[in-house]
């Protein structure tokens, strides 16, 4: 099993619709949680860190689920610049950088 | 706030040529610094990190090389290049307090293309 899988995709959704991922992974002691945006030809950006009660930010929610073991991205009211691959990254939280993990990444495309 | 500066944008490298790609960071101090590298439609490979100066952990058995000769610069090399060397490199850093349960930030990349 991979440390972090996530589906890789395509999704293709309407502009408006509301999309998800999840990204599981294996390490239970896993302590830090993030999302992050890749344009293509561009560097991966922090979209949002997840926190044990969830978060949200404006059209974001991202969630986490200690007991199954995953990450979730919910995307609300899609536009047509959220176009991108979606990255989760899983970390220990320790000193061991090494093990930031990161998934391979969900493509995702917006039609209008 | 902070930066992380990375250069070139892009290099056009032959098969047997020495490499040598920079990073600086700015607004913070004693950051830890990381190289990735993403090969075309890949997901990113960690090669090297450092918690410090002259202290690197490599990890990935390969032709690259780094140093961190300053606080705040890391620098990828190679003394000669491979054509499976090419792809996009990415150095990034996390910084403060608690920098172990602190986000990624990234440099804008540079994409080599050894031929």
């Known amino acids: 099993r991979k440390e972090v899988e996530q589906d890789p995709g395509p999704f293709n959704v309407p502009e408006g619709a509301t999309v998800a991922f999840n990204c599981t992974y294996s390490?239970?002691?896993?302590?830090?949680f993030f999302w992050y945006r890749q344009d293509c030809r561009k560097e991966p950006k922090l979209l949002m860190s997840?926190?044990?009660s969830g978060n949200e930010d404006g059209r974001f929610t991202a969630q986490l689920n200690r007991a199954s073991q995953y990450i979730s991205l919910l995307i609300r009211d899609s536009k047509l610049s959220d176009s991108a691959t979606y990255l989760c990254?899983?970390?220990?939280?320790?000193?061991?950088?090494?093990?930031?993990?990161f998934g391979s990444g969900t493509r995702l495309s917006i039609r209008p | 706030s902070q930066t992380i500066h990375q250069w070139p944008a892009t290099l056009v490298q032959p098969v047997g040529s020495p490499l040598s790609l920079e990073c600086t960071v700015e607004?913070?101090?004693?950051?830890?610094l990381y190289w990735y590298r993403q090969a075309a439609g890949r997901g990113l490979q960690l090669l090297f990190y450092?918690?410090?100066?002259?202290?690197i952990s490599s990890e990935v058995p390969q032709n690259l090389s780094a140093s961190r000769p300053q606080d705040r610069q890391f620098i990828l090399s190679s003394k000669k290049l491979l054509l499976s060397d090419s792809g996009f490199y990415l150095c990034?850093?996390?910084?403060?307090?608690?920098?172990?349960?602190?986000?990624?930030?990234f440099g804008n990349g540079t994409r080599l293309t050894v031929t």
């Open positions: 390490n239970s002691a896993s302590q830090s």
């Open positions: 450092s918690i410090g100066i002259d202290q």
């Open positions: 990034a850093a996390t910084w403060g307090v608690d920098s172990y349960n602190s986000p990624l930030h």
């Open positions: 990254v899983v970390s220990p939280g320790y000193s061991s950088a090494s093990k930031i993990i």
């Open positions: 607004g913070t101090s004693n950051p830890n």
């Open positions: 997840v926190y044990s």
